[in-house]
């Protein structure tokens, strides 16, 4: 029998989400950990300990190592555009965490570089990876709910101030680059887009409400989509009870409802629907080790990975036209680079 091949994967920046990428990796079978790099030296020499990897003094060592295919960035948003670049030039594929960046215009110029490089770029949406996420796409894509009326998606997530206290670049523009939305919302706010269709323009509130912190809290946002229906956006970090994200997507024919991973509602004018059986799945750590699966056979199949790095542009577009819209007070239209 022979051996099934390996990607070789590193990790760049050892934080918590770190973590998550070393266990996918461990659990997927045509992937292997080489090495691991953190600008705190013992942290990296931990956690290379920890999961059988090599702990390098620096990133240049890290990308001159020749068995090493793809490396995960996890690292603080605002230094990605940065990373990916450098990753790119050294002929590594990139398995880069949302956001992909915290500046629209640092987008391109990452995707340029992995194209330029002949390297394959994606980005962490691990939401979409779900058997019921995917199902719910298709069921929409077919037209079963009809012409789409109001979609919309909430998040309800409890972070306190010692949380934002426990990193220095956590709830800063420059690094975090935002708040409640760019950092626990985003994968919502890309769920939302990639069930419902993107948004041509939104009129937005953000407010740090009760966190003694730079950006937002809570955030609300008035959705226009392309296709003619109308939406809300509801994220915040100071709900007590915290439960998680939840989706209401309604068409003339019907009403999808997603609460975190499960399909909670699905009603159509006119047809008795029996959802099928779906896999068990969670988020976190299932849809990590799902998509760390699907790079590692890009990069051997030599295809595009499921979830490119050019689906980070209207997720991204979606949260800075809020934040804009909140400072100018008006309604903003999107540019939808993402089409593009």
């Not at 999961?51 to 995960?72: F, K, T, Y």
């Not at 998509?291 to 990069?299: E, G, N, P, W, Y």
């Amino acid at each position: 029998m022979s051996k099934t091949t390996k990607t070789h994967f590193a990790i760049l920046g050892c934080g918590i989400i770190a973590e998550v990428h070393a266990q996918g990796i461990a659990e997927t079978e045509e992937a292997a950990l080489i090495a691991v790099y953190d600008t705190n030296q013992e942290v990296s020499d931990q956690f290379a300990k920890k999961h059988g990897a090599i702990s390098c003094q620096s990133l240049e060592q890290m990308l001159a190592m020749d068995n090493i295919d793809v490396v995960c960035i996890c690292t603080p948003s605002g230094i990605h555009p940065e990373q990916t670049i450098q990753v790119a030039k050294a002929k590594k594929h990139v398995l880069v965490e949302k956001p992909m960046a915290i500046k629209q215009e640092d987008i391109d110029p990452m995707i340029q570089a992995c194209e330029e490089n002949q390297v394959l770029l994606s980005t962490v949406f691990p939401r979409r990876m779900s058997p019921q996420a995917k199902f719910a796409r298709k069921l929409i894509q077919e037209g079963k709910l009809g012409k789409l009326s109001l979609s919309s998606a909430y998040v309800k997530l409890y972070r306190n101030q010692e949380y934002y206290d426990s990193a220095g670049w956590r709830g800063t523009w420059e690094v975090d680059g935002g708040g409640a939305m760019m950092n626990q919302g985003i994968h919502t706010v890309d769920m939302l887009q990639w069930l419902a269709g993107p948004v041509s323009s939104l009129y937005g509130k953000t407010k740090a409400v009760l966190r003694d912190i730079e950006v937002e809290d809570t955030a609300t946002s008035l959705l226009q989509f392309e296709n003619g229906a109308m939406g809300i956006l509801e994220v915040t970090t100071t709900a007590y009870d915290g439960k998680g994200q939840r989706l209401a997507i309604h068409g003339e024919k019907g009403t999808l409802e997603i609460e975190e991973d499960a399909i909670t509602k699905l009603e159509i004018e006119g047809e008795k629907i029996e959802l099928p059986e779906f896999e068990p799945f969670t988020v976190i750590p299932d849809g990590h080790r799902l998509q760390i699966r699907d790079m590692a056979l890009a990069v051997q199949e030599n295809r595009t990975p499921s979830i490119p790095g050019t689906e980070g542009r209207h997720s991204l577009e979606i949260i800075l036209g809020t934040y804009e819209s909140s400072r100018l007070a008006k309604e903003i239209h999107l540019a939808q680079k993402s089409k593009l």
